[in-house]
């Protein structure tokens, strides 16, 4: 065999070894640090309520008394974990997030406009597995790969594609925040778009009326404003603006303090999103957005920066894209002190520290103003030597 052929053949068995490697050393890690995977065992506690008639909203598992938070619908649809022994159930979360999370590395590269062959499929996943919020997802058995993949799959079909806006409706149906997309398509005036995903979800809330009215109920009438029961703000996983505001101000229960920014940090987000060159700015504008406004958003929450390093990639910003990858990786935010209340007696030095990412979407925010300023000035400068030259040639 030719030399060459042969070192083809090891040049494209590479990723793939390497892939093998990265997931053999998580599937270890968690096997090893025997992983509880809390999140899957409350969605399989869902799943049985359902199917046992329990009251969906006042059950608590795990020692941390963790309870239902997610619309009636998602309850149906975690009803097949039902019967799942808890290791196939821990095992099935961890190999349908990593195929998840190749999914949502193909989406990434369709929304940066750049094709994704098997090496660089499987060399991205690979390494994106280690970063915070994708492997904390993977910890937790949490269902943020599938919810950003039907987000994004959705919204990168071409224009017109049938029933395009329903996934994106389905996602709103199982986990709320999603639901600011719908905002942006409207914005965006994209109606037809909006509509079927507000059709979308409207199904889902018919879906979990029907099958549990009286939890149904109770969600859309209580327990949605409840954000207690889904966490602590105040602590340092909670990468949001009210989680930052609330660490800043040593203040559990920040009130207004959080409410006004959010509220003007919601408008600055979809007027930038709005005004957005392209769509994947849009996109990613709008996620962050939604990622700094939620009352709670768990580190976890962001791994919409899988798609956010690889627009910058495509971009040729390879420092920029670095430096997202570094923030992502560095987990600084657990190592302050965040046992019992510390998360409200930080320095003020370790605030940066505990709020990476709350920090990152406001720079971004704040770097999309600067550009599409810029973009707008060259723009109108432009158009004024236009007028001025047609002026002279009469």
Same mark, same amino acid.
């Not at 390494?127 to 937790?140: D, I, K, R």
């Not at 929450?301 to 560095?330: D, K, M, Q, S």
């Given at each position: 065999?030719?030399?060459?052929?042969?070192?083809?053949?090891?040049?494209?068995?590479?990723?793939?070894?390497?892939?093998?490697?990265?997931?053999?050393?998580?599937?270890?890690?968690?096997?090893?640090?025997? *992983? &509880?995977?809390?999140?899957?065992?409350?969605?399989?506690?869902?799943?049985?309520?359902?199917?046992?008639?329990?009251?969906?909203? /006042?059950?608590?598992?795990?020692?941390?008394?963790?309870?239902?938070?997610?619309?009636?619908?998602?309850?149906?649809?975690?009803?097949?974990?039902?019967?799942?022994?808890?290791?196939?159930?821990?095992?099935?979360?961890?190999?349908?997030?990593? =195929?998840?999370?190749?999914?949502?590395?193909? =989406?990434?590269?369709?929304?940066?406009? /750049?094709?994704?062959?098997?090496?660089?499929?499987?060399?991205?996943?690979?390494?994106?597995?280690?970063?915070?919020?994708?492997?904390?997802?993977?910890?937790?058995?949490?269902?943020?790969?599938?919810?950003?993949?039907?987000?994004?799959?959705? =919204?990168?079909?071409?224009?017109?594609?049938?029933?395009?806006?329903?996934?994106?409706?389905?996602?709103?149906?199982?986990?709320?925040?999603?639901?600011?997309?719908?905002?942006?398509?409207?914005?965006?005036? &994209?109606?037809?778009?909006?509509?079927?995903?507000?059709?979308?979800?409207?199904?889902?809330?018919?879906?979990?009326?029907?099958?549990?009215?009286?939890?149904?109920?109770?969600?859309?009438?209580?327990?949605?404003?409840?954000?207690?029961?889904?966490?602590?703000?105040?602590?340092?996983?909670?990468?949001?603006?009210?989680? =930052?505001?609330?660490?800043?101000?040593?203040?559990?229960?920040?009130?207004?303090?959080?409410?006004?920014?959010?509220?003007?940090?919601?408008?600055?987000?979809?007027?930038?999103?709005?005004?957005?060159?392209?769509?994947?700015?849009?996109?990613?504008?709008?996620?962050?957005?939604?990622?700094?406004?939620?009352?709670?958003?768990?580190?976890?929450?962001?791994?919409?920066?899988?798609?956010?390093?690889?627009?910058?990639?495509?971009?040729?910003?390879?420092?920029?894209?670095?430096?997202?990858?570094?923030?992502?990786?560095?987990?600084?935010?657990?190592?302050?002190?965040?046992?019992?209340?510390?998360?409200?007696?930080?320095?003020?030095?370790?605030?940066?520290?505990?709020?990476?990412?709350?920090?990152?979407?406001?720079?971004?925010?704040?770097?999309?103003?600067?550009?599409?300023?810029?973009?707008?000035?060259?723009?109108?400068?432009?158009?004024?030597?236009?007028?001025?030259?047609?002026?002279? *040639?009469?």
């Amino acid at each position: 065999m030719p030399e060459r052929t042969v070192a083809l053949r090891s040049r494209a068995a590479t990723p793939l070894v390497l892939l093998a490697v990265s997931l053999s050393a998580l599937a270890v890690l968690c096997v090893t640090q025997h *992983i &509880r995977m809390t999140d899957a065992l409350v969605y399989q506690a869902e799943g049985q309520a359902v199917v046992h008639g329990r009251d969906l909203y /006042r059950f608590t598992v795990t020692q941390w008394r963790l309870s239902a938070t997610y619309p009636p619908f998602a309850a149906v649809l975690f009803v097949p974990t039902a019967w799942i022994p808890v290791p196939v159930l821990k095992a099935a979360f961890l190999a349908g997030n990593a =195929l998840l999370l190749a999914c949502l590395v193909r =989406l990434s590269a369709r929304l940066a406009g /750049r094709p994704a062959g098997l090496p660089l499929l499987c060399t991205a996943t690979a390494f994106t597995v280690w970063l915070e919020p994708v492997f904390q997802t993977f910890l937790y058995g949490q269902i943020n790969l599938a919810i950003t993949c039907l987000v994004l799959w959705d =919204l990168t079909r071409p224009p017109g594609a049938r029933a395009k806006g329903a996934a994106l409706g389905v996602a709103a149906g199982i986990k709320l925040t999603p639901g600011l997309f719908v905002a942006y398509l409207l914005l965006r005036g &994209r109606r037809a778009e909006a509509a079927t995903a507000t059709a979308a979800f409207a199904a889902t809330v018919a879906v979990g009326g029907l099958v549990l009215p009286a939890a149904s109920v109770d969600f859309w009438t209580r327990r949605l404003f409840e954000t207690g029961r889904v966490g602590r703000p105040w602590i340092i996983d909670n990468q949001s603006l009210q989680g =930052l505001v609330a660490r800043a101000l040593r203040d559990p229960g920040p009130g207004l303090a959080w409410v006004l920014p959010s509220v003007a940090v919601a408008a600055v987000g979809l007027w930038l999103a709005r005004r957005a060159p392209d769509e994947q700015w849009g996109i990613l504008l709008t996620a962050v957005t939604a990622l700094l406004v939620s009352p709670i958003s768990w580190s976890h929450h962001w791994v919409w920066c899988v798609p956010l390093i690889a627009v910058l990639l495509a971009e040729g910003r390879r420092r920029w894209a670095a430096l997202t990858a570094a923030l992502f990786t560095a987990r600084t935010m657990w190592l302050v002190p965040h046992d019992g209340d510390l998360d409200l007696h930080l320095s003020w030095w370790q605030q940066p520290l505990a709020s990476p990412y709350v920090l990152l979407g406001l720079a971004l925010l704040a770097g999309a103003v600067l550009r599409f300023r810029s973009a707008t000035a060259v723009a109108e400068d432009q158009l004024s030597a236009r007028i001025s030259s047609a002026s002279t *040639i009469r």
